[in-house]
């Protein structure tokens, strides 16, 4: 397999990196309120229906990715964009628990865009 030059590398890790913290802006940056259930109860910020749009947005931009061959871009790009929004999202917890949650979505942007890759990888090209 020939190697890519490191620029067009780097262009495209940059651009889904954007691509993905824009997405997590649509999808999710809008939303910052609790809901609060007659029980005393709360949830969200987020609905379902917004992080599966998320979800389903980011599978674009990584399969297009991962069948240019540009696996490292796909999974480092994604992760890195969805990382670097949530924690900027959520650096306003007085808690510190933000770090938690942003570790937490960076550990599955990275397991589930690795997961990608490697089913596109192994898709015969047409």
């Given amino acids: 397999m020939r190697q890519r030059p490191l620029v067009p590398q780097l262009l495209t890790t940059v651009l889904l990196a954007v691509l993905a913290s ?3 802006a649509a999808w999710l940056g809008w939303d910052q309120q609790y809901d609060v259930h ?3 109860s709360s949830t969200g910020p987020y609905e379902a229906w917004q992080v599966i ?3 389903l947005t980011l599978l674009a931009p990584a399969c297009w990715a991962a069948s240019r061959r540009d696996f490292a871009a796909a999974v480092l790009g994604i992760t890195a964009g969805l990382t670097v929004a949530a924690f900027y ?3 306003d917890d007085g808690s510190g628990l933000y770090v938690i949650g942003a ?3 960076m550990l599955g942007s990275l397991a589930a865009t690795a997961a990608v ?10």
């Fill in 22 to 24: 824009a997405m997590w």
């Fill in 38 to 40: 007659p029980d005393g």
């Fill in 53 to 55: 749009g998320l979800v």
């Fill in 89 to 91: 999202d959520w650096s």
């Fill in 103 to 105: 570790t937490l979505v």
């Fill in 117 to 126: 890759s490697a089913m596109i990888s192994v898709a015969p090209i047409t």
